[in-house]
């Protein structure tokens, strides 16, 4: 097999790829806010987000092809589901562990078991195999050389309007009260914010967002057991590229790994994607300036 | 018999992937996700070097021609196979490692697991490609080709009971007891002098050779090495068998493996075809309940059988010295202090030991130190004092480099330290302590005060291995000066019990002990009695005195007036990051304004 392909990539190669580029960024952008919400608010490292993310998937056809319910519903009932899921899990998991003393890494030991757990007794319920949302096809648009599909733009309006819309709500009392507890959670607590409430908010809004992404997926490609381990480990990297807590920058740090990852097409072939995405973080955290920069300035 | 054999050398694979992924989650504290990749970087090298040159219609040739197979004999191929997933493991993981966030190594372990498998599936012209490498030959020993699984059974077995020691015996030398300061407080293990960095690389490292081996062996048995083998799936299952077994406890490692192990064959009588599916639910689910309920593990870090026995044996070794009865009086002997090099003699004129010039650090727009300037002179107590705020602790933060001043100048002992690292200035014999005690709870008193104490080349895991009797002796003499300094504050009865279990004041006493150990000359103690109760803090008045009296040059932020007065020679007076005054504590407090700022109008 050819791993490169021709170095001189035409001109409409490059455009196509620039387009997937913005639907690829857009989708990690929203990743990385989704998992920037949770991380930086609460410091967990909730690996189950990949169980919820393929909760979402996994209600929503249930409903539609299983009940028959209208797809827009049962798209809005993965999206509650994954909600729901996402407080659940913090409330019964990650708070109970908290006051007993647990770890940061214990917490996402017991996170990694949900998402073991999670997915295989949906791979035991739904089968192993891929399934569609039935959606029906979209639409082809063609202008010159470069084509997208009506799922294109729905992801990228869905997912920057969510972006927007949660950076919005950082002016909001909720979002300036996460802000607080994520810089000092002792602190908020001390002046009245109360800490829990906005551990189980962070989770929620968090866990729309994904369970949104895993909606937007499925439009486009087959469901299966497994699909959130890759989303949620690209959300995680996006957080930790735009440094941990950096909210505000995390739907950045994803856009710019989707189109580097959609522009490396012009070199690699596309089972090199993780690769690439794994070149990134680890050339960013030798040469990230981390302290080093800062005391060199001096 | 055979089928037999196959399952127990399954469990065995599973026990050493588990064993060796055990040195980094249980005794170091780090996370990870690749374990399964380094195990499977060890089953492919070990195929295409042991694979003949060139077999006839095996499509293992690359496009460049070259043959798949290097035609080694099998045991040269495990051994290298064992240096390369070592030597992968150690570069991919320094970056990640020299983070303090344990995070980063989980989130690239985790990316580098998902691309090895990636590329063990699509890079078919080296690795085969999904459907594995194959046909690799069977494992030899002795000259013996081994094929059924009853013969493999015995070199996986003594492969397994070699892992096992090997990694029990690391994991309890003085190397592993670094390994688990590490883990329990990472800033306190550097505050007394160690590097962190270099043991975490190289515990990964070996880690990830010990999977390599367990690799070898696997791709050799089986022959075949396939990318699902070695995919994320293996590499959680294998930390759910370190979890479930108990942390830094080798024996739950083996239990949980035989009980995790065994899920499998059952669950292929009772579900057949949806048998992984299930074992997923069954260890994710035993995951999260064992992480809420009992995060210690089946069998907890401080028990089992082989403890008690290596308990036993302590309890008679290293004899307490003199007066091994009550901790009230001591002798105040100066030259009682261990690891002290040259205690300085009393008497000639002050000297100046450290300097600190120009010292500020702003917080965004607050000036938390400004242009301090003080210093302490040999042989005596001086004490920062100030209001709550004033920049006491954030001082001994810049002195010492756990902060990066703006601005200012360290010399210690005539040589400048300014931008040294914590540990490197513990090296050169200045030593401070925590206000919160930073000990390592999970660790009995005399491991905490041993950890401190320098120049232990046993720490060293290649010394370790190859001059285990050096080791014996030297850990030997280690342990003998820990308990000293713990004789020095009257601790010395409570060696062998955890930290956590003592109280809050016995606890700041092993902290002062292990500052004792580090044999630094310039001690810098935070709040020595904050949350001591007031009898034991006559006590820790007197071990402060005697160390001064041996010589030690010793700086302490201390709120309480009436101890300043009692202990210190000398106070600098600090308000909003400024030195305002210094002199004696009776001269400070003389002057209204001073003491209208300490007090409060």
Redesign the interface.
Known sequence: MHLISAAGASPSLVLQLVVSGVVLGSFYALLGMSVSVIYSTTKVFHFAHAFVYTAAAYVALGTASVLGLPIVLAIVIGLIAAVVLGVTIELVVYRSMRRSGASSLGIFLASLGISIAGPNLIQIIFGPDGRNLPVGNPTLYTVGTVTFTTWDIVTVVVSWVLIGGVLAMRRSRWGLASIAVSANRELSAAVGISPQKIYVYAFAVGSLLIGSAAILFTLNQAATPNMGLQPVLFGFIATFLAGVGNQKTAPLAGFVLGMVVSLSGIWLSQTFQTAVIFGLLFVALIVRPQGIFRKAAV | MEYYADIAIQIMFLMMLALSLNLLVGYT?E?SMAQAAFYGIGAYTVGLLTMPVAVAGLEIAT?SGVAGGAGWPFWPAVLISILVSAAVASA?SI??LS?V????L???T???Q??TT??M??L??ITGGTFGLTPIPPMTFFGQSLIKPSQVVIVVGIATVLTFVFCYRLGESPFGRVLKGIREQETAVRAVGKGTVLPKVIVFGVAAGVAGLAGALNASYYQVAAPQSFN??VS?LA??VV?LGGVANPVGTVVAAILLGLLNPVLDALVGA?A??????????????V??YR?QGLVPEHQGPLRFLRRRRRRNAPAVAAAATTRAPRDGAPDATPGAPGAVPSGPAPEVVLKVEGMSKSFGGIKAVSDATFDLTRGQITALVGPNGAGKTTLFNLITNAI?P??GAVTLNGTSIT?LSISEIARRGMARSFQDGRLFERLSAIDNVAMAIPDQRAENPFILTVRPLYVKKRERAVRQSALECLQLVGMHADAETLVADLSYGDQKLVAIARLIATGADVLLLDEPTSGVDPSAVEHVIDVISDLRAAGKTICLVEHSVHMVERLADRAVFLDQGRVLAMGSMKELMARQDLKEIYFGA
């Open positions: 504290g996370t496009s991919i970056p990640a983070r966030r344990g995070e980063f989980i989130l690239m985790l990316a580098f998902l691309v990636q590329l599936g699509s078919t012209s994320l799936d959680i930390i759910a979890i949806e992984s599916a299930w074992r997923g639910v069954i260890y994710g689910l035993a995951l999260v309940l992480m809420r995060p990066t703006d601005q931008g």
